[in-house]
T-cell receptor, first 115, second 111 residues
């Protein structure tokens, strides 16, 4: 199974500031997904990040608000920009399991609170 | 588009009770189906999966069968334990396709 780490694990931020979340995978993967889980809610896909190309954003999410970098096959960052309390959520990255056509692994998540 | 409708909770059961959490889906094609579990304070874990019609996924005493005719993937367990208390998510997709999740069902098992 892939080992996925995220940093930071949690943070408390002031409104108007930005936070960059890191996702590190212990194996090379072409595709990474970023999800958001708002309090008491399900997971919603923010974007798909392929190495070497621009991230693809889902409806309701824009690059200016959630810029993503994917500099290599084991690493990605998601920035939450100009934060407001509505951005308080758990942010998770996930990757497909190598050699599997369906299974995905999830990172432990970053719990963000915006005051 | 693809969607998942999941029984909303919370569900509270006594230990050793029978559990069913309903999940139905709408999808183009024949996606893989999953149940993920999120224990308190922990990350999301894959509980079980099924990749084609009539497949039964099972793990830790939980089972779910991929029913194409009813577009369902209900989660069952014959005898729940306190340690099963968690939030359960039904999902479809997978692999290089992003997962589409249901809203989640919170299960509380009391001794």
């Amino acid at each position: 199974s892939a080992v996925i780490s995220q940093k930071p694990s949690r943070d408390i931020c002031q409104r108007g500031t930005s936070l960059t979340i890191q996702c590190q995978v212990d194996s090379q993967v072409t595709m990474m997904f970023w999800y958001r889980q708002q309090p008491g809610q399900s997971l919603t896909l923010i974007a798909t990040a392929n190495q070497g190309s621009e991230a693809t954003y889902e409806s309701g999410f824009v690059i200016d608000k959630f810029p993503i970098s994917r500099p290599n096959l084991t690493f990605s960052t998601l920035t939450v920009s100009n934060m407001s309390p509505e951005d308080s959520s758990i942010y998770l990255c996930s990757v497909p399991r190598t050699g599997s056509t369906d299974t995905q692994y999830f990172g432990p998540g970053t719990r963000l609170t915006v005051l | 588009g693809n969607s998942v409708t999941q029984m909303e909770g919370p569900v509270t059961l006594s230990e050793e009770a029978f559990l069913t959490i309903n999940c139905t889906y709408t999808a183009t094609g024949y996606p893989s189906l999953f149940w993920y579990v999120q224990y308190p304070g922990e990350g999301l874990q894959l509980l079980l999966k099924a990749t084609k019609a009539d497949d039964k996924g099972s793990n830790k005493g939980f089972e779910a069968t991929y029913r194409k005719e009813t577009t369902s993937f209900h989660l069952e367990k014959g005898s729940v334990q306190v340690s099963d208390s968690a939030v359960y998510f039904c999902a479809l997709g997978g692999g290089n396709t992003p997962l589409v999740f249901g809203k989640g069902t919170r299960l509380s098992v009391i001794a």
